[in-house]
């Protein structure tokens, strides 16, 4: 019996074996998959695909903002819990840190977005009324459209497109949609502080909370403090006193700047100028149109300096690529293939058979005029497979003659049916006329 080895290791001993790979001046040796590293690095948040894009930073937050409240308007009339719209709200914060506003279009992605959280939280929408309520949305302007979108090109035209953009939300997030929500994290600190019963405190704090949505406060800070920043807000707002020696947040592991930061960027929500989302798109078209003028003159100049750059062969002047004045075919004597020369023989023959069917009438009258001086020659005996005998006439008539004649025998026979029947029906009716 050998002795039976085995090999524990701990989880940070885990190692891929080699240096690495270099990506960037970056070392990359392993994978790792936390819920820890939700929010994004500060080197990304600084400057975003949209801002590198030429796109400016107030265009680029009102999009953020009418975006998730256009997500948020449809969850309210899907009929989502507030979980799913704030999941979709947070996917699409997260695309566009990895994509531009201006190559991908806001309206598409957050309609992704819906369709893809209602099936995260388990709440899942069929994508025909995901677009009915996405087009009532668009269309409505206050009043209620009751006609839905249409079911024509255009609608299978935009539904390919949502389910393009869902699968591009899942390949740039690389399938990690996991989003931990501060909800029963506030009402869990609220309940510490023993303020449970203000109720008060407790809904203003949610509603700050669902405002901090259409910021991308959680991509920055962790639900923990994003929560605390809700309840110090609301606090502050109702000038309700709060434990403060020592502050009350530093028990959840909060710090104060962090809570300040929050607390800005949801307050500036409130003093931004309001723009229409139509306005907002043309602004994007018109990044788009200078981004795309620009890729097209790199281009050009790309064209222009691989064509100095590139040298060119001079060909000797012994060269010409012209046609010569003399074909080779015509100096060289074509020799005939054997094909060629069996294919005359063959036409030869069917002319002198021919000639040979059209004389053989004339070749026999002769022979009845002349007398024959020499014995007739004796005629061979010809299969009944021979093709020549089934194809004379003579042969088709009699089998013409045999058919014929088994036709008007099949008829006679059903003639005479027919009249037994009748005779037959006929006694029938004597039969039950003397009965009566």
Not at 185 to 211: F, G, H, P, R, S
Not at 221 to 247: G, H, K, M, N, W
Not at 296 to 324: H, I, N, V
Request: net charge positive; glycine share 4%.
């Amino acid at each position: 019996m050998r002795p039976k080895i085995e090999y524990v290791m701990a989880a940070g001993d885990l190692r891929i074996p080699g240096e690495g790979i270099l990506i960037k001046d970056k070392l990359y040796s392993g994978v790792t998959l936390t819920l820890d590293y939700c929010q994004l690095p500060a080197e990304r948040l600084q400057k975003s695909p949209s801002a590198e894009h030429g796109l400016s930073a107030d265009t680029e937050e009102q999009l953020r903002m009418r975006g998730c409240e256009m997500i948020q308007a449809a969850g309210i009339l899907l009929r989502l819990p507030q979980v799913a719209m704030a999941t979709g709200q947070i996917l699409f914060h997260r695309f566009f840190y990895c994509k531009s506003f201006v190559r991908h279009c806001a309206e598409m992605v957050a309609t992704a977005c819906v369709h893809l959280a209602s099936k995260i939280e388990e709440e899942p929408r069929r994508i025909r009324d995901v677009l009915n309520v996405f087009y009532h949305l668009k269309h409505s302007k206050g009043r209620k459209t009751k006609v839905p979108m249409p079911l024509d090109a255009t609608y299978i035209n935009v539904k390919a497109q949502v389910i393009k953009a869902e699968r591009q939300i899942l390949k740039e997030l690389g399938f990690c949609v996991h989003v931990k929500h501060p909800h029963k994290i506030i009402v869990m600190y609220i309940q510490v502080l023993e303020c449970e019963k203000d109720t008060k405190l407790v809904q203003t704090a949610w509603n700050y909370m669902n405002d901090s949505l259409r910021t991308d406060v959680f991509l920055r800070f962790s639900a923990e403090t994003v929560a605390c920043a809700c309840i110090y807000l609301s606090a502050r707002s109702l000038q309700i006193p709060l434990p403060d020696q020592p502050p009350w947040f530093l028990l959840f592991g909060a710090l104060e700047e962090d809570l300040m930061e929050i607390c800005g960027r949801i307050l500036r929500l409130y003093s931004l100028p309001p723009v229409s989302f139509s306005t907002l798109l043309q602004q994007v078209d018109q990044c788009r149109k200078v981004l795309d003028a620009m890729v097209a003159k790199d281009k050009l100049g790309m064209g222009a300096l691989l064509a100095k750059e590139t040298p060119t062969l001079e060909t000797p002047s012994s060269f010409s690529p012209a046609s010569k004045a003399v074909s080779p075919a015509a100096t060289n004597h074509r020799k005939e293939s054997p094909i060629s020369k069996v294919a005359l023989k063959n036409a030869c023959r069917k002319l002198t058979n021919g000639d040979r069917r059209k004389s053989k009438v004339s070749r026999s009258a002769e022979r009845r005029e002349t007398p024959s001086i020499t014995p007739p020659k004796r005629r061979r005996s010809r299969s009944v497979s021979s093709p020549s005998r089934s194809s004379s006439p003579i042969h088709r008539k009699k089998h013409i003659g045999h058919r014929e004649r088994e036709r008007r025998r099949d008829g006679e026979r059903d003639r005479e049916k027919r009249e037994r029947q009748k005779d037959r029906g006929r006694g029938r009716r004597d039969e039950y006329s003397r009965r009566r």
